[in-house]
């Protein structure tokens, strides 16, 4: 299973780009990133998934290099309402091997 | 569309005692995943149930059990309780024909052990 490193925290002020990296050094070829978003006393929310290269969606970018050890979660322009733990994902789910990062939690301020 | 459903959301037991925990999914899912979720240990696999057959195990002792049925509702079960198993039990449904990782959550189950 890929070990996951994600940093504990970060802050950010609405409007600014954050940038969340997710490290997997040990990635296996059959492995996904996928990226999710919980708020306090509720289950975790899909945000976005990759295999490799650039993703983006209506809420975020994830971008992955060419040797898949990391990726990098952006949210553009983040608003109070962003402030949450984000947690990386890695595996792959066919064969129930994937393992979630410890989660960085993410602290918008006015 | 309903999102998934998991009951009940707060529960409180003590050591030795058992527990049941349900988990209704999206109409149409056919996967069911459990997930242990500690401020210690972060997200913890248990297992996945797709169309009623165990399709994948994590690494929790053989107290953690469960079921799916043949509507795809699905339990778990965890016997002879420990304070340590205290924790927010979440539930996962996805369409499961290629299970990359796509997973909707629901609000989770929460457990306290005394």
């Known amino acids: 299973l890929a070990k996951i490193t994600q940093p504990i925290s970060m802050d950010s002020y609405e409007g600014q780009e954050v940038n969340i990296t997710c490290s997997h050094n040990?990635?296996?070829?059959?492995?996904?990133i996928t990226w999710y978003q919980q708020f306090p006393s509720q289950g975790p929310r899909f945000i976005i998934q990759?295999?490799?290269t650039k993703v983006t969606n209506e809420v975020a970018s994830l971008f992955i290099p060419a040797d898949r050890k990391s990726s990098t979660l952006s949210l553009p322009r983040v608003s109070l309402s962003d402030t949450a733990v984000y947690y990386c994902?890695?595996?792959?789910?066919?064969?129930?091997?994937?393992?979630f990062g410890d989660g960085t939690t993410l602290t918008v301020k006015p | 569309k309903a999102g998934v459903t998991q009951t009940p959301r707060y529960l409180i037991k003590t050591r030795g005692q058992q527990v049941t925990l349900s988990c209704s999914p999206i109409?149409?899912?056919?996967?069911v995943s459990w997930y242990q979720q500690t401020p210690g240990q972060g997200l913890q696999f248990l297992f996945e149930?797709?169309?009623?057959?165990?399709?994948n195990k994590g690494n929790f002792p053989g107290r953690f059990s469960g079921r799916q049925f043949s509507n795809s509702r699905s339990e778990m079960n965890v016997s002879t309780l420990e304070l340590g198993d205290s924790a927010l039990y979440l539930c996962?449904?996805?369409?499961?024909?290629?299970?990359?990782?796509?997973?909707?959550f629901g609000e989770g189950s929460r457990l306290t052990v005394l």
């Open positions: 996962a449904s996805s369409l499961g024909q290629r299970n990359t990782g796509e997973l909707f």
């Open positions: 040990n990635i296996a070829t059959n492995d996904y």
């Open positions: 990759g295999y490799k």
């Open positions: 994902l890695v595996g792959d789910m066919n064969a129930g091997k994937s393992t």
């Open positions: 109409s149409g899912h056919r996967s």
């Open positions: 149930y797709f169309s009623e057959t165990q399709r």
